[in-house]
C-alpha cells in the first residue's frame, strides 16, 4: 500500500510562489505516474501536472502552463510542484498523485492553498 504525504500549502498572495512536496512511503521509483490534482471551492477535481516516472511531462493544464513545474526526486522520495506567479484561481487543495501499473490510483489526503491579497 502506497501512501502518499502533501506539505506546503499555505496562504500566499497574488504573484507570490509556493512549493508542494509529496513523500512517497514506497519510494518513486515505485509508481510509473505521479503529479498533482486540485479541487478549487465549488469545483471538481482537475488534473494540474502529470508525468511519467522517466520524467516526460504527460500534461499540464492550459491554466498553469509556464507557471507550475512538477518535479520528482528519487533520492529523497517526492513528488514536487513549484508553483510560480499565482492567481486568485488557483485558490484549491492540492492532492498528490500517484499509479503503480494494474493498480488503482493511490491519493494524498491534500494541502490548502489559498492565495489572497
Known amino acids: 500500500q502506497v501512501q502518499l504525504a502533501e506539505s506546503g500549502g499555505g496562504l500566499v498572495q497574488p504573484g507570490g510562489s509556493l512549493n508542494l512536496s509529496c513523500t512517497v512511503s514506497e519510494g518513486v521509483r515505485s509508481l510509473y505516474a505521479m503529479g498533482w490534482y486540485r479541487q478549487g471551492p465549488g469545483k471538481e477535481r482537475e488534473s494540474v501536472a502529470l508525468m511519467h516516472n522517466n520524467g516526460t511531462p504527460d500534461l499540464v493544464a492550459d491554466s498553469v502552463k509556464g507557471r507550475f513545474t512538477v518535479s520528482k526526486d528519487n533520492a529523497k522520495n517526492t513528488i514536487d510542484l513549484q508553483m510560480r506567479n499565482l492567481q486568485l484561481e488557483d485558490t484549491a487543495v492540492y492532492y498528490c498523485?500517484?499509479?503503480?501499473?494494474?493498480?488503482?490510483?493511490?491519493w494524498g489526503q491534500g494541502t490548502q492553498v489559498i492565495v489572497s491579497s
Open positions: 498523485y500517484g499509479r503503480r501499473l494494474r493498480q488503482a490510483p493511490y
